[in-house]
């Protein structure tokens, strides 16, 4: 990893204020990395996905997560200003800010419905669209997540539940858990937060050599994450059912690739499927034995270098 050849904070609306960096060379190809989560925030690591000879690099926090503030972890934090759409008008900010005029859109799990949403509401400032780890945060992806693939891991989705507290409704985990996490009592909080995050581990967990990368986080992060996580799945990412499936005709010309893992359970590869059918100019990569994210690297370095040439 390298460190990045600039970075600030630019305020945006809200009282928000977020952290970006650029990597790469400044007369590149403008890419932007979309982190998933939500909450997950700007890991350096993206950088690994580009070359730096012949991209310039954009990552940025995306709103209370990462450096950006205020703290989406803190309950005092306001949330109803961080939704899909404040995330979009965000994007569009930064790339005034930075003077780019266009850029490739490269998203990972969640990056992967923002990139979308973004794409679908700006076609003209998105020259390309690498998606990996793909999902649109419908309501029907976030019931299989924290609900029906309890079927694959009973006895690690009753814990999930129970920590959720009696009353809460086992087909809407992510309200029930949003409410817990913004609890003034820390000892709530932060026990939501450790039960949220080994759920997370749980399902993304399905090859071999998958290690937990979140419940072993310091709390501050788990907190943060958690947090927006079940924010944004309570609300199903703040899109109309199926908005994102039905509205690909804003981006079908868009060149595209989909890349996702036929072993990914948190994801099951029908939803990049589906998409893939009404975008014609994308090619879709199923990489068999392939998880969440694992083993996908390769191939979307191949399709961002394909589609910046």
Same mark, same amino acid.
């Given at each position: 990893m390298t460190a990045p050849r600039t970075q600030g904070l630019l305020p945006v609306t809200d009282h928000n204020t977020l952290h970006w960096e650029e990597?790469?060379?400044?007369?590149?190809?403008?890419?932007?990395?979309?982190?998933?989560?939500?909450?997950?925030?700007?890991?350096?690591?993206?950088?690994?996905?580009?070359?730096?000879?012949?991209?310039?690099i954009v990552l940025f926090d995306q709103r209370?997560?990462?450096?950006?503030?205020p703290d989406a972890g803190l309950p005092t934090t306001d949330l109803t200003t961080n939704t899909t759409a404040h995330l979009i008008d965000d994007?569009?900010? !930064? %790339?005034? =800010? +930075?003077?780019?005029?266009?850029?490739?859109?490269?998203?990972?799990?969640?990056?992967?419905?923002?990139?979308?949403?973004?794409?679908?509401a700006h076609p003209n400032r998105v020259r390309a669209l690498v998606l990996v780890a793909v999902t649109t945060t419908s309501a029907t992806e976030v019931h299989w997540l924290t609900h029906a693939?309890?079927?694959?891991?009973?006895?690690?989705?009753?814990?999930?539940?129970?920590?959720a507290g009696p009353d809460a409704d086992p087909h809407r985990l992510p309200a029930a858990y949003a409410r817990?996490?913004?609890?003034?009592?820390?000892?709530?909080?932060e026990s939501a937060a450790r039960a949220w995050c080994r759920w997370e581990d749980t399902h993304m967990a399905t090859t071999a050599d998958s290690t937990p990368s979140?419940?072993?986080?310091?709390?501050?992060?788990? !907190? %943060?994450? =958690? +947090?927006?996580?079940?924010?944004?799945?309570?609300?199903?990412?703040?899109?109309?059912?199926?908005?994102?499936l039905d509205t690909m005709h804003r981006i079908?010309?868009?060149?595209?690739?989909?890349?996702?893992?036929?072993?990914?359970?948190?994801?099951?590869a029908d939803t990049a499927w589906h998409l893939s059918r009404r975008w014609p100019a994308a090619t879709l990569h199923i990489i068999e034995g392939a998880g969440h994210t694992k083993g996908l690297h390769a191939t979307a370095v191949q399709a961002l270098d394909r589609l910046t040439r």
């Open positions: 990597h790469g060379t400044p007369d590149g190809t403008p890419c932007l990395v979309l982190h998933g989560g939500p909450g997950s925030g700007a890991h350096p690591g993206f950088v690994n996905f580009f070359d730096p000879h012949r991209h310039r209370g997560a990462g450096r950006s503030t994007i569009e900010a !930064l %790339r005034t =800010a +930075r003077g780019i005029d266009s850029w490739v859109v490269l998203g990972t799990s969640w990056g992967s419905t923002l990139g979308l949403a973004y794409a679908q693939m309890g079927r694959v891991f009973p006895e690690q989705w009753q814990a999930f539940r129970d920590a817990l996490l913004a609890d003034p009592d820390p000892r709530v909080r979140l419940s072993t986080r310091p709390l501050d992060f788990q !907190l %943060r994450f =958690a +947090r927006l996580v079940t924010h944004y799945w309570a609300h199903h990412a703040f899109l109309p059912h199926d908005h994102l079908a010309h868009l060149p595209g690739a989909l890349v996702h893992g036929r072993l990914d359970i948190s994801g099951p």
